[in-house]
């Protein structure tokens, strides 16, 4: 076990949170991949700790922050998601548009008078 | 930790993230990142991280994994449609991904020194006794300002919550 | 007493100031009074300095101008500065004796003509600021302090002409004023600034002086290869050229009527038209050392004296009469700048003394005819001759001082007229100039028949219409005596200022002098000439039993005179040039540019703005997984693009 292989398997985890993020239709399934995301970062984070030990405990401690900004952002997310839910019974990302630039007629050719 | 035993818990956890992001079944994928969190405590507790792995296994999956199951629960039916992303966005996911992980290895690759030298970090390192002062102290390097701030963020988080997430009173 | 000389200026600015901002408001009758009291005050100001100056320079170099006092106004590039100062010599000490008296009389002429005017507050107020104007351009000792009057004298007569303003004619009339002369001053800039960037000076004393051999290069303009000293000059000339109303730039002349006749009176006689003049005068040494400048100024001034002579022979209205007859005898004043370069290369001096001489005696009877014109107007309410006839009765000191006049501007001995006039066709004669010296002198007859055509069609004959109430004497006091008192020197001036004039204005940078000859024959046949066209008239419209009525028709002329009394048409092309090839082609072109290119450039862009906008728009298409992927494709430029470590 070596720094670099730590280091590059936080970068698979990222890479796969990445592919979820992007390919995700679901809210949830979205939210999982980002929490994959900021995990692949908290193994990055205990990885330095372990092996560059410069002031080990406070990477470690770092990561703690992360994991409760962490929780908190899930918190507020899956509260999002369950007030979406009531209201539109539906939790599929292609069907949840409503905050696009609507797409009106052609505006007229600015032409001056 | 053993370079057997990293191999294992990294390939289970890699397997189980993948679940996590392609399960067609929510449910299954909020299964999936239990496990790839499991396996990431293990990985804490083989880099001595102790307190990390403890706090992982309480806070993200005792709780946060928990909150997720919950909220699939409350939004799921029975015969809802399977959302199945189409072809180009997966191809476009995997193009992606790979470019992050080719970022990644490049750097990798070039950090050159950066990987060397230094030796590991003491054995105590990540004890919950190192943990506890860290974090509670004020001296240099105390935490405890940082602490009390994260303490005042989740309290609002959760005052927010319940206010997002509560059933409107002219609602139904 | 010279160095203080800034007075006589002084006092007109101050009635323009006190009248213009309070006085003319509260009481016209005041405000008259106290422009008569300054313009008095200037008057008796510049004589005794006058005589103090001509004293001090009568045993040195007369023609050695004198500075009264100099400050530096506006410090420019190294040595180039520009001062106001005064200068003293000849022409201008003249030119502030005429002005000053010339502006007094009006002044106190204005007091009866507009006395009911409800406006004449400002009317006086405007008047001494045009007089201040014109004593500023004639002391100027640098061309930047003359054109700065020179602008002021412009706007000064704009405002006159326009002075009845509720008339849309009188609106047109000044706005023609000032566009012709602005369209010849913006020349006159271009050549004060040539000057000044070719001579490194604006002083007269060097642009006369040493810049002239600075100055005598060719360069290159567009292919063209040109004198620059030729080049300057004629670009200052042209400021004169429009300002003293020379053909083709006379149109403004004849509408400027439309102001009241004081304003005409004063316009005509001392100030403005006699302002290009003065500047060919101030400029002469360096325009005499132009290759072929003079000639090109001989001919425009006799081609003016000619053409203007003819048109006025056909008019009716009596000021349009005096108009021409002031275009024709600015062309004399020209003309004799002009033929001061003899045919055999020498400067003739006699022909500039002869000019500064027509000046002096022309201001007189030229107000007095303006002035006795404007008795005329107000007496029969008309401007036309039809309206006229037989005021002889009517208005007996008037008659009696423009019969004067007349005789003075028809070159009939011993008036004034004919001294000046005499010594400008004999300094032509002396130059070598013989065929345009013959064009004066047939332009003298014409003078002497088109003045006497106007005096025995408005004195003589039976009363024909008019106003004219009941019977006896209708003189005003305020109008009657200045006419009278410039009778004087309509009668007097050319006699006794004869010799001073020849012995004394002189350029006072003479280049060379040629022996001139004196030729004893040319005034007896001047004034042959003058007492032929006087008689001619008579004998048309003088006679007992000559039907003016039939005089003054149209019906039953030939083509030639309806030319001739539609003034060649030459409005008619200014308009046509106007109208149609400057607003219709030129200015269409230009409208179609900015149609086409400018206001399409904006369209575009205002169009181009929302297009694009448009389509940015569709990037908001509210799908998240399209957000996140271009917030990590932004992260992935960033990392390859940037400069992020590693």
């Known amino acids: 076990m070596t720094l670099e292989r730590c280091l590059l398997l936080a970068f698979a985890l990222f890479a796969i949170g990445v592919y979820g993020a992007l390919t995700r239709r679901h809210l949830v399934g979205l939210l999982i991949s980002i929490e994959l995301m900021l995990n692949a970062a908290n193994i990055n984070l205990a990885a330095f700790a372990h092996f560059r030990p410069g002031d080990a405990t406070g990477g470690a401690t770092f990561a703690l922050f992360t994991i409760a900004v962490a929780a908190c952002e899930m918190a507020a997310a899956l509260s999002i998601v369950v007030a979406m839910y009531r209201r539109r019974r539906n939790l599929d990302l292609d069907k949840l548009r409503s905050l696009r630039e609507p797409i009106e007629a052609e505006p007229g050719a600015g032409k001056a008078p | 930790m053993s370079d057997a035993a990293f191999a294992l818990t990294a390939f289970f956890m890699v397997a189980a993230a993948l679940w996590a992001v392609t399960a067609n079944n929510v449910l299954h994928a909020a299964l999936g990142l239990i496990a790839a969190f499991f396996a990431t405590a293990v990985l804490y507790l083989g880099l001595r991280a102790e307190f990390l792995a403890v706090a992982q296994v309480l806070v993200y999956i005792g709780g946060v994994v928990v909150f997720v199951v919950f909220t699939i629960l409350l939004t799921s039916r029975l015969g809802d449609e399977i959302l199945r992303p189409s072809l180009w966005r997966v191809l476009l996911g995997v193009l992606f991904a790979g470019a992050f992980f080719a970022l990644g290895a490049l750097m990798l690759s070039r950090a050159g020194d950066l990987l ?20 509670l102290g004020m001296g240099e390097g105390g935490l405890l300002l940082p602490f009390e701030v994260v303490s005042v963020l989740l309290l609002a988080c959760v005052i927010g919550a319940i206010a997002v997430a509560r059933k409107p009173e002219d609602d139904e | 007493m010279i160095a203080h000389g800034y007075l006589i200026l002084l006092f007109p600015l101050l009635a323009f100031a006190v009248n213009g901002l309070w006085l003319a408001r509260r009481n016209g009758f005041a405000a008259g009074l106290f422009s008569i009291l300054m313009s008095a005050a200037s008057l008796a100001y510049a004589i005794p300095l006058a005589l103090e100056w001509f004293a001090a320079v009568h045993g040195g170099d007369a023609s050695a101008p004198v500075e009264a006092w100099r400050f530096t106004w506006l410090p420019l590039e190294g040595a180039l500065k520009v001062d106001f100062s005064m200068i003293l010599d000849p022409i201008s000490v003249m030119m502030l004796l005429v002005i000053g008296t010339v502006a007094l009389l009006v002044n106190v002429y204005s007091m009866g003509y507009m006395r009911h005017d409800p406006s004449r507050g400002r009317f006086f107020a405007l008047l001494s600021l045009f007089a201040f104007s014109m004593l500023g351009l004639v002391i100027a000792g640098n061309v930047f302090q003359m054109y700065v009057f020179w602008e002021l004298v412009g706007v000064s007569s704009y405002l006159l002409i326009g002075f009845w303003y509720e008339k849309p004619s009188a609106v047109a009339a000044s706005k023609k004023a000032m566009i012709v002369t602005r369209f010849a001053d913006s ?21 006369n002086g040493s810049a002239i051999a600075a100055m005598s290069r060719e360069v290159s303009l567009g292919g063209f290869h040109v004198n620059l000293l030729f080049l300057a ?27 009241p006749t004081p304003v005409s009176s004063i316009i005509h006689s001392a100030t403005m038209v006699v302002a290009g003049v003065y500047l060919t005068a101030r400029f002469f040494p360096m325009f005499a050392a132009a290759p072929g400048f003079l000639d090109l100024v001989r001919v425009v001034g006799i081609f003016t004296a000619l053409f203007a002579a003819v048109i006025a022979c056909t008019q009716k209205d009596i000021k349009r009469i005096l108009a021409f007859s002031t275009l024709s005898q600015l062309g004399y004043m020209m003309f004799s700048l002009g033929a001061a370069a003899t045919v055999l290369g020498g400067v003739n001096t006699a022909a500039y003394s002869a000019s500064a001489f027509h000046i002096f005696t022309h201001a007189f009877f030229k107000c007095l005819l303006f002035l006795g014109a404007g008795a005329l107007i107000h007496h029969v309410h008309a401007n036309e001759l039809d309206a006229m006839g037989g005021l002889w009765k009517k208005l007996p000191l008037t008659w009696i001082s423009m019969l004067l006049a007349c005789l003075a501007i028809a070159g009939i001995p011993p008036f004034s007229g004919f001294w000046s006039k005499d010594e400008i066709i004999l300094a032509a004669w002396q130059s070598g100039h013989g065929l345009s010296a013959a064009l004066a002198l047939f332009t003298g007859f014409l003078t002497a028949f088109y003045m006497f055509r106007l005096y025995f069609l408005a004195f003589h004959g039976e009363p024909r219409g008019g106003h004219g109430e009941g019977h006896g004497r209708h003189e005003d006091p305020w109008m009657t005596v200045p006419i009278v008192i410039l009778a004087v020197p309509t009668v007097l001036s050319g006699l006794l200022a004869k010799d001073f004039f020849h012995h004394f204005a002189l350029p006072h940078q003479v280049l060379s002098e040629s022996p001139v000859e004196h030729v004893a024959w040319l005034p007896a046949t001047a004034a042959t000439l003058g007492i032929l066209g006087l008689f001619l008239a008579f004998v048309l419209y003088g006679r007992r039993g000559a039907d003016a009525k039939a005089a003054l028709s149209v019906e039953g002329r030939g083509g030639w005179y309806r030319l001739i009394l539609n003034k060649f048409y030459i409005d008619e092309l200014y308009l046509f040039v106007a109208r149609r090839l400057l607003i219709g082609g030129f200015a269409g072109a230009v409208k179609w540019v900015d149609t086409n290119v400018v206001d399409a450039a904006v369209g575009a862009t205002a169009s181009g703005t929302l297009r694009s906008g448009a389509l940015l728009r569709r990037l908001q298409n509210g799908n998240l997984a399209f957000y996140i992927g271009a917030f990590l494709f932004g992260i992935l430029l960033l990392r390859i693009l940037g400069r992020l470590p590693l």
């Open chain 3, 233 to 259: 000059s004629l670009l200052m000339f042209l400021g004169g050229w429009g300002k003293s109303a020379m053909f083709p730039l006379h149109i403004w002349l004849p509408d400027a009527m439309e102001g």
């Open chain 3, 187 to 207: 020349f006159f800039l271009l050549g004060i600034v040539l000057a000044a960037y070719a001579a490194g000076s604006m002083d007269f004393s060097v642009l």
């Open chain 2, 116 to 135: 060397e030298g230094a030796g590991l970090a003491p054995e105590e390192y990540g004890s919950l006794m190192a943990v506890g002062n860290k974090l």
